[in-house]
């Protein structure tokens, strides 16, 4: 028997408030490996994105998605983050009130289970996280997201990714609104998270900015809710030359 | 104005204090003009570390001098039935006393033990100036109807971090006259976290230039609790600022109100003011009502305004905490907390903060 994918992505129709989004997509992750999915706005991205983690608003219509196997449609979006789905979201939600250093505990603890929520190894990799990302021990005690900049609300994203140990990082956009060096900082966390694993991570973005720092094994271009083309990582690069009016052309 | 209970018992039903509580469902025994005799509750301090009470705070029995010098008029206008109520039943007077530039580093705790079918205190607070220090006051016991009347004045130039907590499980009456003098900055808090029915009128008056306040407020109304609250802020003296901000949590079948008046008095220039209230609405029965209201006589302000907002839990924020593990229940009581505990944050330091989650953590289980 041949491995098993670590997310297999079969035919998957998508809708929301009846307007269908996702025309049929096939995907296939394994194990260790990195994808990249580009498109324009409103090619699907996003919603993908938001899919695979079980956001209540899309209506799955048709296909089928599962993870190491696992039926992942069959699941809440709590049970997903559980089996290893992570999302990094292009936009963060605020929760005043909430503190980082509490919320990164409790959510280690729903994920990983208590015990990786305390003792010497979880305070380890929180710190050396937050010192790769740049981000001061005063970070803990704020609210989550609460009057972050963009950049911050990103390296947060790429923290709770590094201390969750996903199984499958999703990334949406997670490189739009960084600078130069932001972006630098968080390929790097990617790569402490993802690379030498048998972790994989789907890369969605506008830019081959990111990817010339993660090298994805697979490039996916999404159009009107379908992928129409798939190659190596100089697909990222020839789209960046060319736009995506070639690829739509090739398509029909 | 008269301020004896007797010539202030017939309230109006339709006056605005009285609109969602009336004073017959306030009083103790529902019939207003009973004077019932109350019990006095055991007034101790102690220091949240668990140090010794420094020798420069001490709570006793007020005497006269201090009535004369602390007391207020008790003329709230519509609601004076409440205080002078409460002034008019209760067996003794009491005093803290926080000498001129006392400074402590852990909170101080006043407990307030209530007990018996009625029971009701007057305080006075003698607060000098230049005092910084962190006071909790908390209304706990088993008393059937508690009324409790805070009077006095924060010292100029003090520092003060004021929360009063209510933990009694019955029924609650609460007024407060408090002038903040010259400069005194002031973070005043009110936690309600099991009070079943409370009817809260908060005064703060800032007649002197250069006072700070900031009126927090975090309510938790679970079950068929009925919850009234009134904070009204009066800037007499020029370049005073203030900012309330009301946060309730309604589960069950309960009832909540909050109603703000931000007055501005003529020739307080500079004054800068802000109230707003938000109210979490978790079940389908739940009401609240928000009354933000603003009076302002003078034309050279910095600022004056005010809003509220009322809402579910957002569902954003669910799939977000969702998308980290938390389940629907986790996630629930986690935005709930959060919620309630914005307020805390704003009322003190950290040390205060933790204390107060401490104290009202086993409480929102009710919800």
């Not at chain 2, 006095?152 to 520092?159: E, H, L, N």
């Not at chain 2, 919850?227 to 005073?240: A, F, N, P, R, W």
Request: overall charge negative.
């Amino acid at each position: 028997m041949g491995e098993v994918a670590l997310l297999e992505i079969n035919g998957l129709q998508t809708s929301i408030d009846d307007t269908e989004i996702l025309h049929g997509i096939n995907l296939k992750i394994m194990p260790g490996e990195i994808h990249a999915v580009m498109g324009r706005n409103g090619s699907g991205k996003s919603t993908t994105a938001n899919v695979l983690m079980g956001h209540p608003d899309y209506e799955v219509t048709g296909g089928t998605i599962h993870l190491d196997g696992k039926d992942l449609l069959e699941m809440e979006a709590h049970e997903r983050a559980r089996s290893g789905i992570f999302l990094s979201f292009q936009y963060p939600q605020a929760v005043p009130g909430l503190q980082v250093g509490n919320f990164l505990r409790r959510s280690v603890a729903a994920v990983r289970g208590e015990e990786a929520a305390k003792g010497a190894e979880f305070r380890s990799t929180l710190k050396e996280g937050m010192n790769r990302l740049d981000l001061d021990r005063s970070f803990l005690s704020r609210y989550v997201n609460d009057g972050f900049s963009g950049g911050e609300k990103k390296r947060f994203e790429i923290l709770q990714m590094m201390l969750l140990k996903p199984r499958l990082a999703i990334l949406d956009e997670t490189d739009s609104g960084l600078d130069i060096d932001g972006i630098r900082t968080v390929a790097e966390g990617i790569d402490a998270a993802i690379r030498g694993t048998t972790s994989g991570a789907l890369i969605i973005t506008h830019y081959n900015r990111i990817l010339e720092h993660v090298k994805p094994d697979y490039v996916h271009v999404l159009i009107n809710g379908c992928i129409v083309k798939s190659g190596g990582p100089e697909l990222a690069s020839e789209l960046e030359e060319r736009g995506y009016d070639w690829v739509e052309s090739d398509a029909e | 104005m008269n301020t004896s209970y007797s010539e202030n018992s017939d309230t109006d039903r339709a006056a605005h204090i009285w609109r969602y509580t009336p004073w017959k469902k306030a009083h103790p025994t529902g019939k207003i003009s009973q004077i019932p005799s109350a019990d006095s509750p055991i007034l101790s301090l102690s220091m949240s570390d668990g140090s010794e009470v420094p020798t420069g705070i001490r709570v006793e029995e007020a005497t006269t001098d201090d009535l004369l010098r602390l007391g207020h008029d008790l003329d709230f206008g519509d609601g004076t039935a409440a205080p002078t109520f409460i002034a008019e039943i209760v067996p003794l007077i009491y005093v803290l006393r926080v000498d001129a530039k006392t400074i402590t580093e852990a909170p101080v705790i006043l407990s307030v033990k209530t007990s018996g079918s009625t029971c009701a205190c007057r305080l006075l607070l003698d607060i000098c100036e230049r005092v910084e220090i962190e006071l909790v006051t908390v209304l706990e016991g088993d008393a059937e109807w508690c009324g409790f009347l805070r009077e006095g004045s924060f010292g100029q130039a003090s520092i003060v971090n004021d929360v009063v907590v209510h933990v009694t499980g019955k029924r609650l009456l609460r007024c407060d006259s408090i002038r903040s003098n010259r400069d005194a900055q002031i973070r005043a808090g009110t936690v309600n976290a099991a009070s079943s029915q409370a009817k809260v009128d908060v005064r703060h008056w800032l007649p002197e230039p250069g006072a700070s306040l900031q009126v927090n407020g975090s309510i938790l109304a679970a079950r068929k609790d009925h919850l009234d609250s009134h904070v009204e802020i009066l800037h007499s003296g020029k370049q005073t600022f203030s900012r309330l901000e009301w946060h309730t949590a309604c589960g069950g079948q309960s009832v909540t109100t909050g109603t703000g008046m931000l007055r501005i008095d003529a020739g307080a220039k500079g004054g800068d003011a802000g109230q707003l209230f938000h109210n979490l609405l978790l079940s389908d029965k739940a009401k609240a009502n928000s009354i933000p209201e603003l009076e302002v006589m003078e034309n050279e302000v910095v600022g004056c305004g005010h809003g509220t907002a009322n809402g579910p839990l957002d569902e954003y924020q669910m799939f977000y905490l969702k998308a980290r593990g938390f389940d629907e229940e986790q996630a629930r009581a986690a935005l709930i907390a959060a919620f309630l505990n914005a307020p805390l944050s704003n009322m003190g330091s950290e040390t205060l903060h933790g204390w107060l989650i401490n104290r009202i953590e086993s409480h929102l289980s009710g919800l």
